[in-house]
């Protein structure tokens, strides 16, 4: 069975090596056939007077935040349309893709369009998924949405996926799709 072991400047807390340690513990899975309790990761560390490189000590890099936090912090700001909130999760040139095409670079725009849509939304998450590739995260959130239509009428149970992009701890895209326009076509499903 694999051992993954792994040398870091002494500063990370145990948060950041615990998920240092689950995230190695996936990719060796990911890439070979092996059980989760198969698999051993050891992270050892060394002060920064003992690590070296280029002839000059170093001190640890900082610790980027879980891309999964960095997205539930966004989502929670615009449910609770805490705008400022919401836009220090941004990273610049930030942009959303909406079902139907429907591509936002500002949240006021995308605030603006739901509004044509419906009263209310809020989502209910079954699950978080984060891949990572060339310093990118990747966060697909799955779930459901309930909310209210323009004329009152409830809606729920209505599926969603969204797909985000984390580079450096802040979002450069998000992507959407969800069976809300299918839902509005078949009417109401739940009354008010």
């Not at 500063?11 to 950041?16: A, L, N």
């Not at 060394?46 to 900082?62: D, E, F, I, L, W």
């Not at 670079?105 to 209310?120: F, K, N, V």
């Not at 580079?167 to 992507?175: F, P």
């Amino acid at each position: 069975m694999p051992i993954v072991r792994v040398t870091m400047i002494e500063g990370y807390g145990d948060e950041v090596r615990q998920r240092l340690a689950l995230r190695l513990t996936d990719t060796v899975r990911g890439t070979i056939a092996a059980p989760a309790d198969g698999v051993t990761v050891a992270i050892e560390e060394v002060k920064p007077s003992n690590y070296m490189r280029g002839g000059r000590s170093r001190t640890p890099g900082a610790a980027v935040p879980d891309p999964v936090e960095v997205v539930r912090g966004f989502l929670a700001a615009m449910e609770a349309r805490d705008l400022d909130r919401a836009q220090a999760h941004l990273a610049d040139g930030f942009e959303m893709m909406f079902p139907g095409g429907r591509r936002f670079e500002t949240l006021s725009e995308m605030i603006a369009w739901g509004q044509t849509r419906y009263r209310r939304i809020a989502k209910t998450f079954a699950g978080f998924d984060t891949g990572f590739s060339d310093g990118c995260a990747v966060v697909h959130c799955h779930g459901t949405l309930s909310g209210e239509w323009l004329d009152g009428a409830r809606f729920e149970d209505v599926r969603f996926i969204d797909r985000f992009e984390v580079v450096d701890g802040r979002l450069a895209r998000q992507s959407v799709w969800n069976d809300l326009g299918e839902r509005k076509r078949e009417g109401p499903q739940v009354t008010a």
